[in-house]
């Protein structure tokens, strides 16, 4: 029978050595908590001062996006005062333009109208019945007329004589003829010209209530020597 013999193995005691392993297994673990402390506050700053960084660049940015947006708005809206302006200075000239032209056309046909007089071009000689021209008044049918008369080429003494004005045209469904007298408020039933080279007779009219007016005739009769009647007649037509 064998006998159980326990072996004993003698350690030397220490205690100077394992308070030092202890101390050192602290620090260990202090140094472990102290460098993660240390290493979250280093990220913590350091993505603080990017974060201010990027912070500073976008502030600035978009002052720069402020001042090019001002810069732009500025720039539409002298673009739009320009466009304004332009608009307005080409209605002037246009209406300048129109202006000079309807002179120009009026000085033509004057001009044309005192060599018509002068030296006519064609055979007709004497008293003529040159225009008749019609323009709205005031009232619904209110219009002012005037008649010009010429004497052509053979001007050298005055032509006098009357000339009659009639209005053609519809009253109640039924043909009409309207002495001017009848709607201009004349006394005489003709006008009486005198004229060297021409004479313009101007008035106002109104019509009566239904009266349709189509055409205007006139008849010119000349006194003297030289007597002559001469007649014309012309469409209702209001100029504007």
């Known amino acids: 029978m064998k006998s159980t013999e326990e072996k004993l193995i003698v350690v030397p ?14 620090l260990a673990v202090m140094l472990s908590i102290f460098g993660g402390i240390a290493m979250g506050w280093y990220t913590a700053v350091s993505r603080g001062e990017s974060y201010a960084e990027q912070n500073q660049e976008l502030k600035q940015m978009l ?11 500025q720039q539409v809206a002298n673009l739009e005062r320009g466009r304004v ?16 032209e309807s ?16 030296a006519p071009s064609g055979a007709d000689k004497g008293l003529q019945i040159q225009k008749m021209e019609l323009h709205k008044a005031r009232g619904e049918r209110r219009f002012q007329y005037k ?12 032509i006098q004589g009357l000339v009659a004005v009639n209005l053609i045209g ?8 309207l002495p001017l007298r009848d709607v ?3 006394e005489d039933l003709g006008v009486k010209f005198r004229f060297r080279y021409f004479q ?11 009266f349709a007016p189509e055409q205007i005739q006139v008849v010119a009769q000349s006194s003297g020597k030289k007597a002559t009647k001469i007649e014309r007649t012309f469409e209702w037509k209001v100029e504007e």
């Open 63 to 73: 002052e720069v996006a402020e001042g090019r947006a001002t810069e732009l708005a």
């Open 147 to 158: 008649l010009v008369l010429t004497q052509v080429a053979d001007n050298n003494s005055y």
């Open 184 to 186: 201009a408020g004349a």
């Open 170 to 177: 519809n009253l109640n469904n039924k043909k009409e003829i």
């Open 85 to 100: 302006i332009d608009q307005v200075a080409n209605r002037d000239v246009q209406g300048t333009v129109q202006t000079l």
């Open 13 to 26: 005691y220490r205690p100077a050595e394992k308070a030092k392993r202890h101390f050192l297994a602290w």
């Open 200 to 210: 313009d007779i101007a008035g106002e009219l109104e019509l009566p209530q239904g």
């Open 103 to 118: 002179r120009i056309l009026q000085l033509e046909e004057d001009i044309a109208f005192y060599k018509n007089i002068m």
